[in-house]
């Protein structure tokens, strides 16, 4: 496993809810594009539902993940896009299910006009360090 540094509130900044302000630590860095709701047959699961198209989506971001030898303990970063505020208690429920919720990665949401196909809701981006010997 990685060994990764999660600072919740650094000096002077107010604590986050639910995510780490700073994680660091060194290894192999990995990028994964955001992903969206989609099947293995690029049909949107969850039309209208902002929790199972998050769900969808992360376990989109678990098999990116897996490609690059990586899980979610190993995330440093999450970017959330989302068509309405509304939906990210949705969209942390999900997250919940599959991060370490005492080692929340750093992350960013931001409310974003349309995604590239107007029935989708959600989509999340990732970062991860793998440990050196990975």
């Known amino acids: 496993m ?5 600072v919740h509130s650094p000096a002077g900044v ?3 809810t639910g995510y780490s302000h700073v994680v660091w630590g060194t290894g192999r ?3 994964v594009s955001g992903q969206c709701a989609f099947d293995s ?4 699961v969850g039309e209208g539902d902002a929790g199972a198209q998050a769900r969808q989506v992360f376990e989109n971001l678990r098999r990116c ?7 979610f303990d190993d995330v440093v970063k999450l970017t959330y896009f989302v068509t309405d ?3 990210l208690p949705a969209v942390r429920v999900a997250r919940d ?17 349309a995604l590239f196909r107007p029935e989708l809701l959600v989509e999340i981006e990732a970062f991860a360090i793998l440990a050196e010997d990975a």
Do not use: M, N, Y
Request: glycine letters at 8%; zero cysteines; a negative charge.
């Open 29 to 31: 860095f990995v990028a």
């Open 97 to 113: 299910e599959v991060i370490d919720t005492a080692r929340p990665p750093a992350s960013s949401a931001v409310q974003v006009a």
């Open 65 to 71: 993940l897996a490609e690059a030898g990586a899980t």
């Open 2 to 6: 990685t060994r990764l540094t999660h």
């Open 14 to 16: 107010a604590p986050g």
């Open 41 to 44: 047959d690029g049909q949107v």
């Open 85 to 87: 505020v509304a939906h």
